[in-house]
């Protein structure tokens, strides 16, 4: 069984639905963030069991705790640990289905392939696994979020027969989506929604339902094919999700009905790199993030543990009549909204980490780097000879993937050569705005890092503002 996923920021989940605890583990998420329990817990919240009178009446408070890999609200780069507590079980609910294994759930498989099963709770099938995935994405969502700007929001679009009006993927947040309890931004859709699956939940019966989502502002570039494509490992992730059967990208199943001429994403110039007038290719092409939104689509069939009758048979063939007892959703796309978040930014923290091995530039974006020295550098125009040579007074200890490469004082000398200080500079502005777009300002400002050039203290070896930009134009030459 693989529990773990990804491959530079590497999960991996643990628990089961009625054991005594459930949690992930992340490797590889960058040192000197700054992380607490606070950041994991708000996404929780929104996937938590007993949140409204739409999901299962399962109480649980989902309160997660970070055991390992931070300290003083900052990580350490050593492993993440994230535990939370299973606390509201009733194994006697499951009494029923122990010789009965429930039609289009997972007691069937996991008894064939295993030879024993979780006695109750669905064991590892049961949606209690997403715990793990909506604490680590939520981990990998903040660091994308706050070094990259980027951003993904997902939504119902669909339940049962009632589809929602279209929504504009550009400006959507989290805030509108959790406006309705069943998370539909469009408010008159939302009402029937949330009428049809009470009625339902009163009825002892289930309905599925589509969650959309969007990743905004991902850098061009991210995706390893030919059997890593970026929508390739989307769809690997959300099909992990249980009670998964369908993924769409862009214009999915729709783009089989049309022509060339009505397909094509046309390009366009935008903010200095080329973009598309259209985004039906969903903002991957090749396998690779092209820089538009990337849309998504994720069909959640109806929840398998209905009370009503259902006419079967037992683990010995015997007919047999199942009547589910327990605590089930009704509906599950409420909950599955931040879980297809988390999923998201599991697949694109990845990614991108893959990606700065070819790129360096992400991975000093991703690190706090200190303000000024140390990050390679230019030498200032009016510099003096012979000044180059010292060694650089640290600020304070570089960040882990600078310290990696030796710092290569000296190979950029140009001691008065003015011009060729501004022509890297224009080099390194340029690389930045194709790499970022407008961002690499917003990102380095937050950072507390300069991006213009300036002349520079005049005591320091590494006048402010150079270290930044300079170190991109060295990673790319
Ligand atoms: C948020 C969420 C909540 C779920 N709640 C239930 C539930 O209450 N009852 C149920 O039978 N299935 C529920 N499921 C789905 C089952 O976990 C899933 O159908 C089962 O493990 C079989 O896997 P499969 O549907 O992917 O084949 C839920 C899924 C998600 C994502």
Known sequence: MSSSFGTLFRVTTFGESHCKAVGVVIDGCPPGLALTEADIQSQLDRRRPGQSALSTDRQEADQVIILSGTENGRTLGTPIALQVANKDQRPKDY??????????????????????????????????????????????????????????????????????????????????????????????????????????????????????????????????????????????????????????????????????????????????????????????????????????????????????????????????????????????????????????????????????????????????????GFVGRFFHPTEKHGTDNKKPKKTQDPPAAVARQPPDHGHEKRPGDRRKFTENIVKAKKFCALFCGDKLAKIASAQGLDTAHGRGDKKSQYPKGNGFMGYIVKGRQ
């Open 95 to 372: 009494g029923s289905m122990r010789d009965i294994p429930r039609p289009s759930h997972a007691d069937y498989t996991y008894q064939m392939k295993y030879g024993i099963r979780a006695s109750s709770g669905g064991g590892r099938s049961s949606a209690r696994e997403t715990i793990g995935t909506v604490a680590s994405g939520a981990v990998a969502a903040k660091i994308l979020k706050e070094k990259l700007g980027i951003e993904i929001v997902a939504w119902v679009s669909s339940v049962g027969e009632i589809e929602a009006a279209p929504v504009d993927g550009n400006t959507i947040t989290r805030q509108e989506i959790d406006a309705t309890l069943i998370r539909c931004p469009d408010k008159g859709a939302a009402g029937q929604m949330e009428a049809l699956v009470a009625e339902l939940k009163t009825l002892g019966d289930s309905v599925g339902g589509v969650v959309s989502c969007v990743i905004r502002n991902v850098p061009v570039g991210l995706g390893e094919p030919t059997f890593e494509k970026l929508e390739a490992k989307l769809a690997q992730a959300m099909l992990a999700i249980p009670a998964t059967k369908g993924f769409e990208i862009g214009s999915g199943f729709a783009g089989a009905r049309m022509r060339g001429s009505q397909h094509n994403d046309a390009f366009t110039q935008k903010d200095g790199r080329l973009g598309t007038l259209t985004n039906r290719s969903g903002g991957i092409q090749g396998g690779i993030s092209n820089g538009e939104p990337i849309t998504l689509r994720i069909a959640f069939k109806p929840p398998a543990t209905i009370s009503l009758p259902q006419p079967t048979v037992d683990f010995s063939g015997q007919s047999a009549i199942l009547e589910a007892k327990g605590r089930h959703d009704p509906c599950v796309v409420p909950r599955a909204v931040p879980i297809v978040e988390g999923m998201a930014a599991l697949v694109i923290m990845d990614m991108l980490l893959r990606q700065e091995g070819r790129t360096r530039p992400t991975a000093l974006i991703l690190c706090n780097l200190p303000p000024g």
